[in-house]
């Protein structure tokens, strides 16, 4: 956290901390002491500065000063963190130089695994510095006289900001920060992130809650660059797929060459595809762990423990460890898989040595021939310090809502008091007091087409216009079902502990079997029926049955077992990074840095067919068996060229040329049909101008949205959020199936009778910008057009290989699935140049 560094300990330090710095050899740095210049100056600031640079240290540094003579009373400082986890690793941190410096603070921790007693303590008499998370604040702000608390409120410090503006859970903290500005007017922020593209919208964001103080930005100058290189194999690399099968020999034997290696792969199935094949080939037995969201808590926690203790030689994991978690012995961070955007990678090279005068280093290993093109722009991008994190974002109706049901748990208010206060929040600072008033009655009524229901009558006014709860269950209910995370439903995965219970499931009731593996999504096992395989928490189980929200399943030892699918856990391709790859493709000059099997693939597509240019769009079509096929490569991101697939089907239906389907990755989109769509271009019966019109994301989207799914799936979410769906009641849990059904009827509901319902609003905002990536997609309409290249061919091209591969392909596990796709990838590459 700290290092040696030769710079004058400011005087604003109280001695005995300058001596705690002294008597190690250290000395505060540059950016820490300008965090406390700032905050003593009466500021917010907010410090922009690389993973393992102190930031931590330097957001408690002006808490540790006011606070080193015991003489203050109450909640001084709230540190709000984005992870339990965080909150626990600093509390451990944060504790040692405390004790070490015989400090009279307090420090306590508070998330949802505290104790009921304790947390009805902590409101009545807080620790003077309280860590917790964003669903912890609010539900704390949510209590009746919340002000006892935090009264005396004088600093709030967000970790790793960046990685909660973006979302929901973003929204819920502004909203409970400009309700601290009011209990708090003196209340200040110091906001940490490390990998942030805009740091001065990231600065108003922080400022918002009192504009009438200053904000500084602040940031680290100096520390060492990272290193980053890209996998150099001599095995042959796979034209799709995400497995990264061909590389685990050579990962374990860089395992074997570094002291501590994180592995960080992009979703959890890759997760347990990665860590059963490493465990596979582990002929020394290295201690090789496996950390993701679906295993359970006490599973996480004690490969967090061993990693801290330097018991193990690698962690293969996702998303779950992106964040904080200050382990110093990790002397390599490996990405397999693109890393889709450079300052994810940056965050994730952070984790490595946690030194700031010496580089962190880090491997990246491409699962397939185009993320070879991702993971070179993503090099050069680091390399250049170029930061591509997602902005902060207008904040949803539904978590408003859910707000404002909060703050009515607190006390009655006045419509015109909360209002002001919301727009103190900047996801909500240009809400127009209209749509205020419509998420209030929503709280109030239900709306228009729900309002005869009493159920969904949760507010009343009084006759002094003050709004106030319509019962006192219904603050009860809100407390439990507080929070913006919505996953899909879930259930336990128990592992039978005997033949006997084995036998049990066939012939009675199943028991309570064994230990809770973790989690997973619900769908997953509507695919299975009893037997099959599958491999979870890095063991082989077999599916043997379901009771109420339990799976349970044995010990197996099939050699080729399913893999899980999960829901969660994908990221979308970088706007920067596909810019940078289509540059990449674009300039032949820069193919000697690419290995030989891609700059050859890319040879080869320039000389049979033409290659993508960096401003335009290139569709080929080209028939093949019975179908004919139009690819093209705007390189956009699956999202976006899932919704543009979607659309161009529509519209080719209407032109009479008869789409069959159409599958979409990162980097392409392919679509089959029955009609020759070359003649049909040829002949001017199908113009590519008029198919990839702007003006698809008109009616077609809107009619396209009417009959999907989608909209009843994000409608879903917005109800929980909102309050109006509750997930839980006391002393039970509804099931996944349950909510779908309750969701769904609502639904249809309001769409037959109030289309324009402010929760409806809500889901197709979602909708276009989570699910749909509408915005992307409408900025690379509008980039390519007149700019379309046409290239007719009489066979598939080297470049459509990869898309040509998810066309139509049956689900095969295993080994065998590494072999099929390379002989399919053969074969097709034989028809696009003939015999090789």
């Known amino acids: 956290m700290l290092g040696p560094l030769a710079v004058t300990v400011s005087s604003t330090l109280p001695p005995i901390i300058t001596n705690w710095f002294t008597s190690r050899g250290w000395s505060p740095r540059q950016h820490q002491l300008d965090v406390l210049t700032s905050y003593q100056s009466g500021a917010s600031q907010l410090l922009i500065a690389p993973t393992g640079a102190g930031k931590t240290m330097a957001g408690f540094l002006p808490s540790l000063a006011e606070l080193v003579d015991g003489k203050y009373q109450g909640l001084h400082t709230l540190y709000i963190s984005p992870l339990k986890a965080l909150a626990v690793d600093v509390h451990r941190n944060l504790s040692a130089p405390i004790e070490d410096m015989g400090l009279p603070i307090t420090v306590e921790a508070r998330t949802g695994d505290t104790s009921a007693s304790k947390r009805t303590r902590q409101r009545v008499k807080p620790p003077h510095i309280l860590l917790t998370t964003p669903e912890q604040l609010a539900l704390l702000i949510s209590h009746p006289h919340a002000e006892l608390m935090f009264g005396t409120l004088r600093r709030v410090v967000l970790d790793e900001l960046h990685a909660l503006v973006t979302s929901k859970r973003g929204d819920l903290l502004s909203l409970g920060l400009a309700r601290l500005a009011k209990l708090a007017p003196d209340m200040r922020i110091t906001a940490l992130s490390a990998t942030v593209a805009r740091p001065d919208l990231l600065r108003d964001w922080i400022a918002q809650p009192h504009l009438d103080r200053p904000t500084d930005l602040l940031r680290m100058v100096g520390g060492a660059p990272p290193e980053l290189a890209i996998l ?73 423990a061993a990693m801290s203790s330097g018991k193990l030689k690698a962690v293969v994991c996702t998303s779950t460890l992106d964040l904080g978690i200050d382990w110093g012995d990790v002397d390599l961070v490996v990405q397999v898989g693109a890393p889709k955007g450079s300052s994810r990678m940056l965050q994730r090279i952070g984790r490595a040595n946690h030194r700031l005068d010496d580089p962190s280093k880090a491997l990246l290993v491409p699962s397939n021939r185009f993320e070879v093109l991702e993971c070179e722009a993503a090099v050069e991008a680091v390399s250049e310090g170029h930061q591509d994190s997602e902005d902060p974002h207008p904040g949803g109706y539904d978590v408003l809502a859910q707000h404002i049901l909060g703050m009515a748990s607190a006390e009655p208010f006045l419509a015109d008091d909360l209002y002001a206060e919301v727009t103190r929040a900047w996801p909500y600072r240009d809400l127009a007091r209209p749509k205020f008033d419509r998420v209030l009655d929503f709280v109030a009524t239900g709306g228009y087409a729900l309002r005869a229901y009493e159920r969904y009558a949760r507010l009343k006014q009084n006759p002094d216009h003050t709004w106030r709860l319509s019962h006192p269950s219904v603050a009860q209910q809100y407390r439990l079902n507080i929070g913006t995370i919505i996953e899909e439903p879930m259930v336990r995965v128990r592992l039978i502990r005997s033949k006997e219970q084995k036998r049990g499931r066939t012939t009675g009731p199943i028991g309570a079997g064994g230990r809770v593996l973790g989690e997973m999504e619900e769908y997953f096992f509507g695919t299975l029926t009893p037997g099959d395989t599958f491999v979870f928490g890095g063991e082989i189980v077999a599916f043997e049955g379901m009771k109420d929200n339990e799976a349970f399943v044995s010990r197996a030892a099939a050699k080729d077992p399913k893999i899980p699918s999960y829901m969660g856990g994908k ?16 300039s032949p000059g820069e193919w000697g840095k690419l290995p030989n099997q891609v700059s050859d693939w890319l040879r080869l597509q320039r000389d049979f067919s033409v290659l993508p240019r960096r401003d335009s769009l290139l569709v080929e079509t080209f028939p093949r068996g019975t179908n004919h096929f139009l690819v093209c490569y705007p390189f956009e991101g699956r999202l976006a060229h899932q919704t543009l697939g979607m659309l161009l089907t529509r519209r080719l239906e209407r032109m009479r040329a008869r789409p069959l389907g159409f599958v979409a990755s990162e980097y392409a989109l392919g679509i089959w049909g029955l009609a020759d769509l070359s003649a049909l271009i040829r002949t001017d019966r199908l113009s590519l101008d008029e198919l990839f019109d702007e003006d698809m994301l008109g009616d077609d989207l809107e009619s396209w949205l009417d009959e999907s799914a989608l909209m009843k799936r994000t409608f879903r979410n917005c109800a929980i959020i909102s309050g109006l769906i509750e997930r839980r009641h006391p002393g039970k849990e509804k099931s996944g199936r349950q909510i779908t059904m309750s969701s769904d009827i609502i639904y249809d509901v309001l769409y037959q009778h109030e289309p324009d319902h402010i929760l409806i609003e809500a889901t197709r905002h979602d909708a276009a910008r989570g699910l749909l990536d509408i915005e992307r997609l409408g900025h690379m309409l509008t980039r390519i057009k007149s700019h379309i290249v046409h290239k007719p061919l009489h066979q598939i091209s080297p470049l459509a290989v990869p898309i040509m591969l998810d066309i139509g392909k049956e689900p095969i596990f295993g080994e065998a699935r590494e072999s099929a796709m390379a002989d399919a990838a053969d074969e097709l590459l034989r028809e696009a140049i003939g015999e090789l």
Do not use: C
Not at 254 to 272: C, G, K, M, P
């Open 571 to 586: 990221f979308p391709l970088s706007t920067y990074l596909a810019k940078r790859v289509r540059r990449i493709m674009d």
């Open 232 to 304: 150099e194999t001599e095995e042959r690399l796979p034209w799709a797929g995400h497995s990264a099968k061909y590389a685990h020999r050579e990962l374990y034997q860089t395992i074997q060459q570094h002291r501590t290696t994180l592995l960080f792969v992009n979703t959890r199935s890759q997760a347990e595809m990665l860590f059963q094949g490493l465990w596979d080939i582990n002929e020394d037995l290295l201690p090789i762990a496996l950390h993701h969201g679906s295993l359970s808590v006490e599973q996480r926690r004690k490969v967090e």
